[in-house]
């Protein structure tokens, strides 16, 4: 059941429960317990999330007031390692910055969000029409995650031990605010396929929210999603790599990341939504050879047909990685002719992933 214009908002996450699942079994308290906690709080919400739409409980975000059209209009929350929110406001739009480092980079990465989508795509927030961005901070003890209840951001600050703040990231922060536009948009079903594709167009997006803030070419950029917060300890780069996926970290303790790059090693579980964060890896080794083959700034070309695809209207909610690829193609063919560098990239790319577009 969908609510508020067809819509339904689901309860995204950036790190997956898989490798929660891992940390939550170690033999060390310090490891398993911050992680079990974090499960059981994420799937109170999740619950609660399903429910509140089953039910018609969910009113949905307001966008009253509007932000102006040409700027953010930002709240900052801190929920003081508590669970209550949104908290108690601590930087509001137009404020300096506090002494508090969380604060202002949560602020900050909300406003790069809001740049990239603005400047690159004329999207104005992120349901396209002034949408205020609300984020909280310091939630809970110890909670390892970060997420996007359908109507606002919120922040963990780890357990120190594995990860640390979540803010850290400004990819992680415009991964999760992607998620919203996808809400708005194709609205893309949380499970299998279709849940992948979701978590990629977060990916994608949240990767060029960084390089475009960083000034980044697509040869420039790391492709790495969550490279800021893993601990000092950890034996890994990120949560995830775009350009080599499965090799964003091999640790004793969270152990090997299990992305695949094609389709010849699409993994099929139960877990995840049927995988969602697993085979994300896909669609996201697709757009990184797309980008890097094009050159030059990520988001004018790459992403400019991502975008393209994801709010044109014709990407269905429960779309295969076949028809997202042949929505890729369409796009590029329309924006930029026939015969191009733009057209060939896009195919050559889903033909290296194992994706059939024929």
């Given at each position: 059941m969908t609510t508020n214009g067809g819509f339904e908002p689901v309860f995204c996450t950036v790190v997956p429960p898989h490798v929660l699942d891992k940390l939550a079994s170690n033999d060390d308290p310090a490891l398993s317990r911050p992680a079990q906690r974090t499960l059981l709080r994420d799937g109170e919400l999740r619950n609660r999330r399903r429910v509140g739409t089953e039910y018609g409980l969910w009113a949905g975000p307001t966008a009253i007031p509007k932000a102006p059209a040409d700027q953010p209009l930002r709240s900052i929350y801190d929920c003081g390692h508590g669970t209550d929110?949104?908290?108690?406001?601590?930087?509001?739009?137009?404020q300096d910055p506090g002494q508090d480092a969380t604060v202002n980079r949560a602020y900050s990465g909300l406003g790069a969000t809001f740049d990239l989508y603005l400047t690159a795509?004329?999207?104005?927030?992120?349901d396209g029409d002034g949408l205020p961005l609300d984020a909280s901070v310091h939630y809970d003890e110890g909670y390892n995650n970060a997420f996007w209840n359908g109507e606002q951001m919120v922040f963990g600050d780890g357990d120190g031990e594995i990860f640390v703040d979540f803010t850290n990231s400004v990819d992680v922060i415009g991964h999760e605010l992607t998620h919203g536009v996808t809400q708005y948009t194709a609205n893309l079903t949380y499970y299998g396929q279709p849940g992948a594709l979701n978590e990629s167009m977060s990916d994608v997006f949240g990767s060029l929210i960084k390089q475009y803030t960083l000034g980044q070419t697509a040869s420039e950029a790391d492709w790495l999603i969550g490279a800021g917060i893993l601990a000092p300890g950890v034996t890994g780069s990120a949560l995830r790599s775009m350009k080599a996926p499965g090799t964003a970290y091999d640790d004793?303790?969270?152990?090997?990341?299990?992305?695949?790059?094609?389709?010849?090693?699409?993994?099929?579980?139960?877990?995840?939504?049927?995988?969602?964060?697993?085979?994300?890896?896909?669609?996201?080794?697709?757009?990184y050879l797309v980008a890097t083959a094009l050159g030059g700034h990520a988001w004018e070309k790459a992403g400019q047909i991502w975008y393209d695809v994801l709010t044109g209207g014709k990407l269905g909610q429960r779309a295969l990685f076949t028809d997202f690829a042949k929505l890729t193609v369409k796009a590029a063919r329309a924006r930029f002719g026939d015969g191009g560098d733009e057209l060939r990239a896009v195919q050559k790319a889903w033909e290296q992933v194992g994706v059939r577009i024929l």
């Amino acid at each position: 059941m969908t609510t508020n214009g067809g819509f339904e908002p689901v309860f995204c996450t950036v790190v997956p429960p898989h490798v929660l699942d891992k940390l939550a079994s170690n033999d060390d308290p310090a490891l398993s317990r911050p992680a079990q906690r974090t499960l059981l709080r994420d799937g109170e919400l999740r619950n609660r999330r399903r429910v509140g739409t089953e039910y018609g409980l969910w009113a949905g975000p307001t966008a009253i007031p509007k932000a102006p059209a040409d700027q953010p209009l930002r709240s900052i929350y801190d929920c003081g390692h508590g669970t209550d929110l949104p908290g108690t406001k601590v930087r509001s739009e137009g404020q300096d910055p506090g002494q508090d480092a969380t604060v202002n980079r949560a602020y900050s990465g909300l406003g790069a969000t809001f740049d990239l989508y603005l400047t690159a795509y004329a999207r104005h927030s992120i349901d396209g029409d002034g949408l205020p961005l609300d984020a909280s901070v310091h939630y809970d003890e110890g909670y390892n995650n970060a997420f996007w209840n359908g109507e606002q951001m919120v922040f963990g600050d780890g357990d120190g031990e594995i990860f640390v703040d979540f803010t850290n990231s400004v990819d992680v922060i415009g991964h999760e605010l992607t998620h919203g536009v996808t809400q708005y948009t194709a609205n893309l079903t949380y499970y299998g396929q279709p849940g992948a594709l979701n978590e990629s167009m977060s990916d994608v997006f949240g990767s060029l929210i960084k390089q475009y803030t960083l000034g980044q070419t697509a040869s420039e950029a790391d492709w790495l999603i969550g490279a800021g917060i893993l601990a000092p300890g950890v034996t890994g780069s990120a949560l995830r790599s775009m350009k080599a996926p499965g090799t964003a970290y091999d640790d004793d303790v969270l152990g090997k990341d299990p992305q695949p790059a094609t389709m010849d090693d699409y993994v099929r579980t139960g877990r995840d939504n049927g995988g969602v964060h697993i085979n994300s890896g896909i669609p996201n080794h697709a757009f990184y050879l797309v980008a890097t083959a094009l050159g030059g700034h990520a988001w004018e070309k790459a992403g400019q047909i991502w975008y393209d695809v994801l709010t044109g209207g014709k990407l269905g909610q429960r779309a295969l990685f076949t028809d997202f690829a042949k929505l890729t193609v369409k796009a590029a063919r329309a924006r930029f002719g026939d015969g191009g560098d733009e057209l060939r990239a896009v195919q050559k790319a889903w033909e290296q992933v194992g994706v059939r577009i024929l």
